[in-house]
């Protein structure tokens, strides 16, 4: 059941973030392929007992940051434009490819030298409250700097938008 | 869990989905009827008998079915076609957290009322939630139509915002009862409090007071937070985007926006996706603030204990089960029938209303409620310890 779901969840979100980049015609179906890869990589998550991550990928990446980009595309009305000029550059294509061939067989590589079995955790693994006393106890001052950068951007973003500062 | 406990709680399940869904049809007609002074759904028969216009879902459902299922030229056949899906899902899904009772001992199996008892089960209903989007959203870009156009940006738009208040609202209940799973709140929601016991704290009356002991209140959301109960409704009505939130379909300026290019079942299943979710709304807020499947006042261990003697422990478990289930169905009722008062009471909000109340009126609101019970639980944990 679990190797099933595994293969089923991998090869949906490698197909679809294949055809994230794959889909030149139309930005509507990269983003939309964009969130089958983020709601796939969700359900791998929760299959590794991390689900309030898993939660929070369903709900911040695939429920609200690809529906803005989705709003952006539909706004601007892209559609059909192609790849700005990605036919005409051929040796940038084939550096591409070559980066993303050797990429993968140093990934395969490292993961078949490995072989580490599902290692068994505590039923506490990932549940809400486990993460909420990491974040709070152990990487407070990480949370707090995250905080903080978030409050920079979001001012950033007022004063930007904002046209007369008064 | 055993085979039986999800047998119990996919007939209710069932029961649930089956039995509202299709009245809903009927109640909002008959409640509109009732709140405008006419008759209401009374036309459709079979052989003279009407049952109160309850016949009328069944026509509904006959014309939906029978009806041409228009594709409109330069549409995106496939998006036009799973859109409806992805609307409607959602809804469905999120029941599956819902806890219609607590954990019963019947003839040695343990039954549970709750399909699946998971531990995030509110972020589960929001994540799910949140989903319903795509729905909304690509219908109108599918449809190739100006109209379905606007009323896309305007749902996305209108979503995203109330998904951020959304959230934000009941983290001060998260942060009192200590949890997200619903049946841990549903007992938590069992127990009472001294309305007046910090008058004992404060040495205004002596310990064991009668007065103080007696007067106690149950521990609902409702009453520990009842500010972000309606912030909340609000926030989720506004994301069902029924009147006075259905700016995205509002047929007075952009014709029916999003699901203008739909016909047949397809336009049917998002009018069932609207009421579905009215379903879930008020189960929602049943199981997190008005104490889920219980009696105020009454803890439902000390009900069993109390009723073994008589009914042997078998039968007073599946009497308590039952009455749970009922209990919880009666609430459900009763806030479906406050939100349609709602919805056939306000007018629909202008466009740019809806945005200021979510961005500048329930965000910084439910910003300070999370500061305000910080304060009240730190001050009730040193007065208590």
Redo the contacts between chains.
Sequence with gaps: MRAALFWIFSTAAVGSALGVVGSLRSP?NSA?SL?VSM?ALAGLYILLEA??VG??Q??VY???IV??F??VI??LNLRGSGAAGAENQPIAKALGALVAVAGTLWLARTLAASRAPWPDVEASFG???AIGEALYTDYVLSVQVAGVLLLAGIVAAVVLAKKKID | MAMSTVWVSIFLFALVLLAFAPVMTWVERKQSALMQDRIGANRASILGFKALGLIHPLADVIKMITKEDTVPTGAHRFLHLVSPFIAVAPAIISFAVIPYGGVYELWGTRVSLTVADLDYGVLYVFAIGSIATYGSMLAGWAGNNNFGMLGSIRVSAQMISYEVALGITVVGLFMIFGTLRLTDMGILQQETFRLFGFLEHAGVVGKGNGFVDAVTIPMWGIVLQPLPFFMFLTALMAENKRAPFDTPEGESEIVAGYFIEYSGMKFGLYMMGEWIEVVVISALLTAMFLGGWSIPWVREAEMIAAWTPVLGENMANLAAMVLAVHVFLIKVIVLIWFQMLIRWSMPRFRYDQVMNLGWKILLPLSLANIVITAFGILIVQEVTR
């Design positions: 509507i939309l969130v709601l689900q309030f939660l929070i369903v709900m695939a429920g609200a529906v803005l989705l709003f539909m706004l549940t809400t409250q």
